[in-house]
């Protein structure tokens, strides 16, 4: 896992629409799972996306313009096993199990992330909008860059804006996000200012850069609320 190799598997997630989040040399503290046929994973690289970035590659792909049901999830697995394949890495993903995997240990364990009061992590760089989408696993010794040691942004975040904005009180500092509270609101109308993107992680001033637009929010809303095929 040479850095030329590194520098090229970055190229192609860019290409379409991902990005690396981190990695890191397995060595026992979260559970990785093992490779085909039993062999130790000795690296995972964390896959991910933002809103800008895989917005344009999703709507130009055949999942998406099929209209069938999940097409971010079956775009996801197409695109990446394509790389993987190609970079000699397994593939495992947040959508399928059970069993499930423990994506956000994984971040954590990347570093640059904090836990935030809306149930995702945020980046130092990506803020709340960064999206896991896969981790590649490999039998090679992890080289790459070291846990990176900036906290996440929420442990210095003084006014933290995604506390008071929530029109039902969704979002608070001591029960986290009331996820049924959400949907119940969003199902109610669909006039609603959230459904161009929720207010509380729009309200996050880290990574404003890589928010959702209009379209990308709509289509996730639509799928959170079950409205989509």
């Given at each position: 896992?040479?850095?030329?190799?590194?520098?090229?598997?970055?190229?192609?997630?860019?290409?379409?629409?991902?990005?690396?989040?981190?990695?890191?040399?397995?060595?026992?503290?979260?559970?990785?799972?093992?490779l085909?046929?039993?062999?130790?994973?000795?690296?995972?690289?964390?896959?991910?996306?933002?809103?800008?970035?895989?917005?344009?590659?999703?709507?130009?792909s055949?999942?998406?313009?099929?209209?069938?049901?999940?097409?971010?999830?079956?775009?996801?697995?197409?695109a990446?096993?394509?790389?993987?394949?190609?970079?000699?890495?397994?593939?495992?993903?947040?959508?399928?199990?059970?069993?499930?995997?423990?994506?956000?240990?994984?971040?954590?364990?990347?570093?640059?992330?904090?836990?935030?009061?809306?149930?995702?992590?945020?980046?130092?760089?990506?803020?709340?909008?960064?999206?896991?989408?896969?981790?590649?696993?490999?039998?090679?010794?992890?080289?790459?860059?070291?846990?990176?040691?900036?906290?996440?942004?929420?442990?210095?975040?003084?006014?933290?804006?995604?506390?008071?904005?929530?029109?039902?009180?969704?979002?608070?500092?001591?029960?986290?996000?009331?996820?049924t509270?959400?949907?119940?609101?969003?199902?109610?109308?669909?006039?609603?200012?959230?459904?161009?993107?929720?207010?509380?992680?729009?309200a996050?001033?880290?990574?404003?850069?890589?928010?959702?637009?209009?379209?990308?929010?709509?289509?996730?809303?639509?799928?959170?609320?079950?409205?989509s095929?």
């Open positions: 896992m040479n850095r030329p190799a590194a520098a090229n598997l970055e190229q192609d997630l860019a290409a379409a629409g991902f990005l690396l989040l981190g990695g890191f040399a397995t060595d026992g503290s979260v559970a990785v799972p093992p085909a046929g039993g062999k130790q994973a000795r690296s995972l690289l964390l896959i991910g996306s933002t809103g800008p970035s895989i917005w344009p590659a999703l709507t130009a055949p999942e998406y313009r099929s209209g069938q049901a999940d097409p971010l999830d079956r775009y996801t697995r197409r990446l096993l394509e790389i993987a394949e190609a970079s000699s890495y397994e593939p495992v993903f947040p959508f399928e199990g059970p069993p499930y995997y423990p994506f956000q240990q994984w971040a954590m364990k990347c570093g640059g992330f904090s836990q935030s009061p809306l149930g995702v992590l945020a980046h130092h760089d990506y803020g709340p909008w960064s999206g896991f989408r896969a981790a590649f696993l490999s039998v090679e010794v992890y080289t790459g860059p070291e846990a990176a040691d900036a906290d996440g942004p929420c442990p210095t975040c003084t006014d933290a804006p995604c506390l008071t904005v929530c029109p039902v009180g969704a979002v608070t500092v001591h029960e986290g996000y009331e996820v509270d959400c949907r119940d609101h969003l199902a109610a109308s669909r006039d609603l200012d959230c459904w161009s993107g929720c207010l509380a992680r729009r996050c001033p880290f990574g404003q850069q890589h928010r959702q637009s209009q379209a990308t929010a709509g289509f996730h809303m639509e799928s959170f609320v079950g409205l095929k």
